[in-house]
């Protein structure tokens, strides 16, 4: 508890003395993540800037690349890295030798040394050493604390960022479980205790049940005729007005049914298991975006389709911005059913290598390359391939290269991807970043075939 009262107060002292140092017009460059954390961080920095009345440009960014920080290192005095950096920090001293930098992130730092002129804030530092007790947008939720008091009504944004990254789990940690108290405290979350069910606030009550996954009910999940049945048993009409009823079009009576029913039918097993906390966000007005989780997916779709900037002006309450985030998870969809059904079709056609060991999904440029990762992704997490089969996904992105990302099949890994791909492109001294379970390179075109003998290799 020490170290974490120590880190809190560290970060906070950072956002103070950014404030009390900051010189008259100094310009001000954001930089965060592309994902919900990055995106929740990123607008948390924004609110706490206008509230100086300070101005800044952002970007966000799925990696930190060369040619990227080259640009931008001329365009501002100051520059704020939010939920990325710790895993380029050599990359960052290159480009900014001289300008002051401040990285709030929650990655491993691939280094020790950084020079004078960066500020590390990241748990790692503090012992705390792993990545899902605080999320990118937590450290920066303390850092802007401490740039102004009121700006702790910027908690929710920091839950919403760590459910992003996934570091809820029955429940938050540490820091994060802080923070929760916080926005808990303000009125914006209330935590609820609901069935494991996805997609109340977006699917047909049909398919909700019908695709349970997470509960497995028999006659029900998976299953179209035995759900259309359930409903009818009970009474429960699916439509209304000839539409389809939402899981929240339902009456308080009929939810309570349908759970009594679900947890008989489950049988005798432990009911925590089948239940989940709901983080709702009382003060976001769309029903869809109430339950954290699917909040948290909504956001993650606009930064996969590089729609950064309704994304942000959503999280920090624009309602255009919000009706239009809503719409692009359908755009996200589509793409994703669009990437699964090309790696239908090259497996039947035997165009993915698989060599028992790693298997190759090389899209070329037939997808969007922020889809691809999460194709990768979504390979891992299904069944397509035994436990610790290493997933590879290819991309051509502009100016002859090619995104590569790893995941494992069912997160079960013997080895840490992030070390295996480093090791890989080594030969190219290219930059590899991610996680054991994750992680992502660009290298030439040119390499292509030379990589993936390389990675064979390595694997091997
Ligand atoms: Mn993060």
């Known amino acids: 508890m020490e170290?974490?009262?120590?880190?809190?107060?560290?970060?906070?002292?950072?956002?103070?003395?950014?404030?009390?140092?900051?010189?008259?017009?100094?310009k001000i460059s954001l930089i965060g993540h592309h994902d919900t954390d990055g995106l929740c961080s990123i607008a948390m920095l924004e609110k706490a800037l206008e509230r100086e009345?300070?101005?800044?440009?952002?970007?966000?960014?799925?990696?930190?690349?060369?040619?990227?920080?080259?640009?931008?290192?001329?365009?501002?005095?100051?520059?704020?890295?939010?939920?990325?950096?710790?895993?380029?920090?050599?990359l960052i001293q290159k480009h900014f030798p001289k300008k002051e930098v401040i990285i709030l992130d929650h990655h491993k730092p691939n280094t020790e040394k950084v020079s004078k002129n960066i500020s590390l804030l990241n748990p790692f530092l503090y012992g705390i050493d792993e990545e899902k007790i605080i999320a990118g947008a937590g450290v920066v939720y303390f850092f802007c604390q401490g740039m102004n008091p009121q700006n702790k009504e910027l908690a929710q944004l920091a839950v919403l960022g760590a459910i992003g990254d996934t570091q809820e789990d029955d429940g938050f940690k540490d820091l994060n479980n802080i923070i929760l108290q916080h926005s808990i405290l303000q009125k914006q979350i209330s935590v609820l205790r609901e069935l494991r069910l996805y997609g109340k606030n977006s699917r047909p009550l049909l398919k909700v049940l019908q695709y349970s996954t997470d509960l497995q009910i028999p006659g029900i999940t998976n299953d179209y005729q035995g759900t259309l049945k359930f409903f009818r048993e009970l009474r429960i009409p699916l439509n209304w007005k000839g539409k389809p009823r939402k899981w929240y079009n339902l009456r308080e009576d009929e939810k309570n049914l349908i759970t009594e029913k679900i947890l008989q039918l489950k049988g005798e097993e432990n009911q925590e298991e089948f239940t989940v906390n709901n983080y709702k966000f009382n003060l976001f007005k769309r029903r869809e975006l109430s339950c954290g989780r699917e909040f948290a997916t909504i956001v993650n779709a606009s930064g996969r389709l590089e729609d950064y900037r309704t994304a942000i002006d959503a999280l920090k309450g624009n309602e255009d911005a919000q009706a239009k985030i809503v719409f692009n998870l359908r755009t996200y969809k589509f793409a994703i059913k669009e990437g699964l059904d090309?790696?239908?079709?090259?497996k039947e056609a035997g165009q993915i290598i698989n060599n028992g060991k790693v298997v190759v999904f090389d899209t070329e440029d037939k997808l969007k390359p922020n889809i691809v990762g999460v194709i990768a992704s979504i390979i891992a997490r299904n069944k397509y391939y035994d436990e610790g089969i290493i997933i590879c996904t290819l991309s051509n992105i502009p100016d002859q290269k090619i995104k590569i990302s790893l995941r494992v099949s069912r997160d079960k890994s013997e080895m840490n991807l992030a070390d295996l791909l480093q090791k890989t492109v080594s030969p190219w001294s290219l930059p590899a970043g991610g996680h054991t379970n994750a992680a992502g390179a660009i290298i030439p075109l040119e390499k292509k075939e030379e990589f993936i003998q390389n990675l064979i290799s390595n694997i091997l």
């Open 3 to 26: 170290n974490i009262d120590q880190f809190i107060s560290e970060v906070k002292n950072s956002g103070s003395s950014f404030i009390s140092t900051l010189k008259p017009n100094t």
């Open 53 to 90: 009345s300070l101005s800044f440009e952002t970007a966000n960014i799925p990696q930190l690349e060369d040619e990227f920080l080259e640009r931008i290192s001329k365009e501002a005095d100051v520059f704020i890295f939010a939920d990325i950096g710790s895993a380029n920090l050599e």
């Open 342 to 346: 090309l790696f239908e079709k090259y």
